[in-house]
């Protein structure tokens, strides 16, 4: 292989590009092409100062066919015997993608379909929510590098299922192995269950450190993945629409090698600047777990039952959101919690009242009130009383 274009980030056409490189010299290839989506995508930096745009218009499905087919076929050429091919694409084209791989590298060879899945908000059209994106996983023969990434067992996973080694019975079902004197054998040392084919890794949100303004930015954790399933320390890692530099930046830093490509000069900027000054944002909610992010009052919560609301985590001013708004503002509720004053109390929600515009707040007092907390009263706030508060006050009310 020509030695100048490893580590390095080609800016121009990548089927021009494309034909410097050695054939079989490929260990892996990751792909974000454009997704016929036929807009023109714009996107600026944190600083604002400058601008990225990348043109997807192709006017007819078989434009957009035709420009891959050609780029895919040379892609395969360039791939060794033992390496793999992963595209990523969204529901704009992913039918024209999904055939163009099993023309190219044919239908034996298809390995996976990715889903990544994310959480992302919005309320901009009727219909359901798009939160996630397919990569398709092809490999060039049957020979395929692959090292299993293991995950952690399900919180509903079945404690003997992971203690017991199971075997087929005389039916082929599936039971736990006992041994002569009918005792169940231990399972072999357990490392967690093989990575699945659907991903959970969050978007880059837009105050994330790694976020450089690119329209098309993936995150490093999703390239990470795909590095470490389908490739070793010092293989050759090919980005052909390279944009930011995502790619080329995991694979350095993951020690292998790279060669990105992209005909931006800008991309090409941007991606030289990445690699030279890598940026990854850590995801609290992979490290920690989803679970690690639930820690709403459910006993205060309890209170509410029969009310259409929203819990609110990591909040100490919040307990819950109202569906329902109030003169086009949310209604916050706050539960007093045990050893604090309802003065304490609503002092915490009063300033969430001021802070999130909200023109009506409810507190609900669990605890008696104390001689300090009875003037209490501020305009937009309720204080409602527990019912196991009404109960005890009915019970120690002369009649």
Known sequence: MNQKIINSVLEGDCLEKMRLIERYSIDLIYLDPPFFTEKTHRLKNRERTKEFSFNDIWGSDKGYADFLKERISLMHSLLNDTGSIFVHCDKNGEHIVRAILDQVFGVNNFQS??????????????????????IYFYSKTKNFKFNTIYTSYSETTNLDQILQRRTRDEYNKSVYERDDNGEFVHGDKKKGVPLSDVWEIPYLNPKAKERVGYPTQKPLLLLERIIK???????????????SGTTCVAAKMLGRNYIGIDKSSSAVELSQTRINNPIKTESKLLKNGRSSYINADKEALALLKGIDFNPVHRNKAIDAILVETYKNTPVLIRIQKKNETLAEAASYLLKAKQTKKSKKVILIQTQKTSLFDEDINHEGMIILQSPSLQIEQCLTTKI
């Open 229 to 243: 399933l389908t490739s070793q320390t010092g293989d050759v890692v090919l980005d052909p629409f390279c944009g």
């Open 113 to 134: 379909e990715i889903i990544w899945t994310y959480k992302r908000w919005s309320n901009s059209k009727k219909g359901l929510l798009a939160n996630h994106q397919n």
